[in-house]
């Protein structure tokens, strides 16, 4: 275990050790030797800004003057305590008798988010909240126990989500990347992402010249698709004979939407 | 295991679960192939076919599966599998047995071939021997499944060969250019005998001979099938979308005209299988360029009788009929298969030449652009290649056999006596090389007119949503053709009501917008009025989602987030879910909504949420029927 990192923090120009160490046996009911506290002096409200959060164990606060420590201070304190450190409000023993009226000291602390506070012979004493900020727990009702499901009976037969390894329940890795429509992936039965829509939309680019005077370099063109190239302009078309006009069928004189 | 049975040697047995056929059709090839190489026994069966306590006896097993819903078992296997999950089967169950797992699945999907991994572990874990390990098929890939079957069944040939010689004696050198026999044989008859030229029996009594005499003749295709559970007509055709919307969503009722029991019986969740007409001028095109006598009668057995067991035989059937209930010519697509044998029969050069080389490995990627990917049709291939002649015997193996579509029924039979409803949406489509296609079935029933009277073969059967008893909460998402069953389920919940009470109905429905595709609309609002089952009175809700009436998507998932801690009570309340629709990622999206929703109102984490979220699948609890 590391050193404890205490912090003093006190109004006063200087504080003297004896006052220092008996804050902190207060606090910790142990010898201070171990202890090397980090102290400031002549704090104010912004004192702990240099300070990192949740980098102190614990605080001893020793001011002199009536007023309890400022909303903002306390709030840096809070702020640079670790979960579940004390804090130590030693009053001044002159004016213990009149801060201690205040009703509103455990108040103000609740606000400034401690806990577990309580009055003592020399002031005050608190907690910071034991987890950390950010976790969240439910506010409206206790965490419920989630109902028990009736089961069926299927006892006597093996529980067949066993029979699958880590490897196979990771999601498979789909072909990467490559998004242009080609050969390789094929848009999935149910595309949601327009890529069945654009495979669809292969371009017949063809002139009326083309329809009405085929011709065909490699001679398969007229035979009907099951000849063509996949790079072949009359793709889709009926077969025909070369220089004579294709007869087309509806789909193919409708525009594109 | 019994110790008194030998293992019959030399024998390989393949065994398929096959969902549309594809495995079917990877099965069967791997018959072909074994053939090839001079197999002295080969069995091909579906699993359904095939008694699981005989696996020890074997001595090589190939398992043939697809991955079917979303990561489950295709129907076929289900009892195969639930026997092969017994606790009791001890871990040398299947020693000595050599098997080898190959699964279809497609790798977008989260439960990427899942049945074929849980197979294989499971196999291995009784003990069988692993000949090669399990080979997986791939829609992804470019030549689909059969990019990854070509070589690993290379590896499967080469390594069986290595461990028992005399199983593929020709594992060296297959036997490429035997010319296969066709399965069946063709009897033509003069008249159809036992008939008096002029029948007296009704339409649908002819009608039903015909095809219970068509599908007998080829049981292998049509196992379970034969007799249909009814004879539909249809009594409305009605648009429920808007014409400007590009959509075409129809409600369709029909009116039981004959039944095996005495009136039309199902739930509600329940699936109507029908057998679609084709077109007569595609029908006319096809029996003419085959060179086929429309008029002509004809009985067709197969071959061997050995692993199809005993046919009896059956009175001629008229050819034209056969081939209209029985063969699809103008819609799917034939295997590779049918090429191979095309190029046995075309008499042009650069017709045989093509064909082969269609059917080569080489030319895989090719024929895939060509036939799978277009959607070519039989009749559109024979047309392409005009010099083939092929004997009937072949066509009625070869050709694709005619499917029945499945629906999810939209009626209560409690509020419709002896009528069934279907909500179904016309699949249309421009192909990669720009041709419009339309769905055989969807676009023959959009058609119809119900004045024509014509009669309708149908199916019931189970889907996977159960009815719900009148006291179960139920929460239902439904977007788009999703809805036709909670339609059912809504109806049956009103006529319940009024004498039992029943439990709050919460219906999460989705569409476009409310001018063009609100399905249903009047109806679900009636249901909101006050007191309906989807009123604030009775514990219910109906929420919809439109998803284009904004900038930004809104779906099903985000109302069901918007109704969190109503969703919630009902779930604590032990309320079931119900999915149903035609999109892949819906069931997933709900799915993670409602981890999201328990999670958040509980204060779990996610990971619980979702294990708790799994225990009501496997209580029964959550349904999901999702089609592609």
Partial sequence: ?????????????????????????????????????????????????????????????????????????????????????????????????EQMKNPSLEHELILAGFLDIHRESFGMKCKKPSWKIGSSFALKKTSQVLPKVQMNDDDDLIDEDSLLTEEDLKKPQLPSGDCEVGITKKACKNCSCGRAGDEEKVKLGLTMDQINNPQSACGSCGLGDAFRCSTCPYKGLPKFKLGEKIALSGNFLASDI | ????????????????????????????????????????????????????????????????????????????????????????????????????????????????????????????????????????????????????????????????????????????????????????????????????????????????MQLEKAHSMNPAKYSGKNRPDCFLKLTKNNLLSQVESGKDVRHFEFEAVSCVSEAI??????????????????????MQRCNLNPESYITVQARDNENRGFQKPSSPVKLKSFIELTMDVASASPRRYFFEVMSFFATAEHEKERLQYFASPEGRDDLYQ?????????????????????????????????????????????????????????????????????????????????????????????????????????????????????????????????????????????????????LYRDFWLSHLQKDGVLSEEKGGGFYVAFSREQPHKVYVQHKMREQSSKIWSLLSQGAAVYVAGSANKMPADVLSALEEIVSNETGVPKEAASTWIRTLERAGKYHVEAWS
């Avoid at chain 2, 019986?265 to 096809?286: C, H, K, M, N, T």
């Avoid at chain 2, 769905?439 to 007119?449: I, K, N, P, T, V």
């Avoid at chain 2, 889907?463 to 179960?472: I, K, N, Q, T, V």
């Fill in chain 1, 1 to 97: 275990m590391g050193q404890d990192k205490l912090l003093v923090i006190t109004d006063q120009v200087a504080v003297s050790i004896s006052a220092v160490s008996d804050a902190i046996k207060k606090l910790r009911k142990e010898d201070v030797v171990e202890v090397d506290p980090l102290i400031i002096t002549q704090a104010t409200s912004d004192s702990l800004t240099s300070l990192e959060f949740s980098s102190i164990d614990d605080v001893v606060s020793l001011f002199k003057t009536l007023e309890f420590p400022s909303d903002q201070l306390l709030g840096n304190i809070s702020r640079v305590l670790k979960p579940g450190g004390a804090v130590l409000f030693h009053f001044d023993s002159q004016t213990i008798g």
């Fill in chain 2, 265 to 286: 019986d199902y739930d509600v969740g329940d699936i109507l299988e029908v057998l679609p007409g084709q077109s007569p001028e595609a029908l006319d095109a096809f």
């Fill in chain 2, 370 to 518: 060509y036939n799978q990917k277009e959607r070519r049709t039989v009749l559109e291939v024979l047309e392409d290649f005009p010099s083939v002649q092929m004997p009937f015997e072949w066509l009625v193996q070869l050709v694709p056999p005619l499917k029945t579509r499945a629906f999810s029924i939209s009626s209560s039979n409690s509020a419709h006596p002896n009528q069934v409803h279907l909500t179904i949406s016309l699949v249309s489509w421009t192909t990669p090389y720009k041709r419009k296609r339309t769905g055989l079935c969807s676009s023959w029933l959009a058609g119809l007119d119900p004045n024509q009277r014509v009669l309708i073969p149908a199916w019931i059967s189970k889907g996977c949503l159960p009815p719900p008893p009148p006291s179960l909460p139920l929460i239902l998402v439904g977007p788009g053709t999703g809805c036709a069953p909670f339609h059912g389920f809504v109806e049956e919940r009103a006529i319940q009501s009024k004498s039992v009470t029943t439990a709050p109905v919460v219906f999460f429905f989705g569409c476009r917008n409310e001018e063009d595709d609100f």
């Fill in chain 2, 1 to 208: 295991m019994c110790l008194t049975e030998k293992k019959r040697e030399n024998q390989l047995l393949i065994l398929y679960a096959s969902q549309t056929g594809n495995a079917m059709d990877a099965a069967e090839r791997f018959g072909r192939e074994a053939e090839r190489r001079g197999c002295p026994s080969i069995s091909v069966l579906s699993m359904d076919e095939f008694d699981p306590s005989e696996l020890p006896n074997k001595e090589a097993v190939i398992l043939v599966v697809s991955t079917t819903g979303q990561g489950d078992n295709p129907d076929s296997m289900k009892g195969f599998w639930r026997f092969l999950l017994q606790k009791n089967l001890t871990e040398d169950w299947l020693k000595g047995v050599n098997y080898a797992v190959f699964g279809l699945g497609d790798s977008s999907y989260q439960k990427y071939n899942f049945v074929a991994k849980k197979l294989d572990k499971r196999f291995s874990s009784l003990g069988a021997t692993p000949i090669i390990e399990r080979g997986l098929g791939d829609d992804q890939h470019p030549s689909g499944y059969e990019g990854a079957l070509d070589p690993w069944m290379s590896s499967l040939w080469s390594i069986l060969y290595q461990r028992n010689p005399r199983l593929l004696p020709n594992a060296i050198t297959p036997d490429d250019t035997l010319m296969d026999q066709p399965k069946v044989q063709v009897i033509y008859h003069d008249t159809e005998e036992g008939l008096s030229p002029m029948t007296t029996s009704t339409d649908f009594n002819y009608l039903e």
